[in-house]
């Protein structure tokens, strides 16, 4: 059964920085399609960054491009994203996804929130101003 769980959201002022950790279990996160997504009140899932450790793809929303870090640890089987230069925009609920094995590494690029199998409860990120 996989279960993921994100951890690391709070409160931080603009500029500031975040790091959010995803805890998988039962999926080995570095052969998956891994992805950061969020969602702000009354707008849709947005994804924010992918990965798909084992072939050394990432991508990132245009965003987010040059703040955001996306990476993957196999020792503690966790995907993280850190996050410089907040601003206020990038204040939301932030979830962790994972593929199941057909969404694969040519797919995980451009693969929506329809395409992912398996998502964690999410954590608060507030930026103010």
């Known amino acids: 059964q996989v279960q993921l769980g994100e951890s690391g959201g709070g409160s931080v002022q603009a500029g500031g920085s975040l790091r959010l950790s995803c805890a998988a279990s039962?999926?080995?996160?570095?052969?998956?399609?891994m992805a950061w997504f969020r969602q702000a009140p009354g707008k849709e899932r947005e994804k924010v960054a992918n990965i798909y450790s084992s072939v050394g793809r990432l991508s990132y929303a245009d965003s987010v491009k040059g703040r955001f870090t996306i990476s993957q640890d196999s020792a503690k089987n966790t995907v993280n994203l850190q996050m410089d230069s907040l601003k206020p925009e990038d204040s939301a609920l932030y979830y962790c996804a994972a593929g199941d094995r057909t969404l694969d590494w040519r797919r995980c690029g451009w693969a929506g929130a329809a395409d992912f199998g398996y998502w964690g409860q999410g954590t608060q990120v507030t930026v103010s101003s």
């Open positions: 039962g999926v080995t996160s570095s052969s998956r399609c």
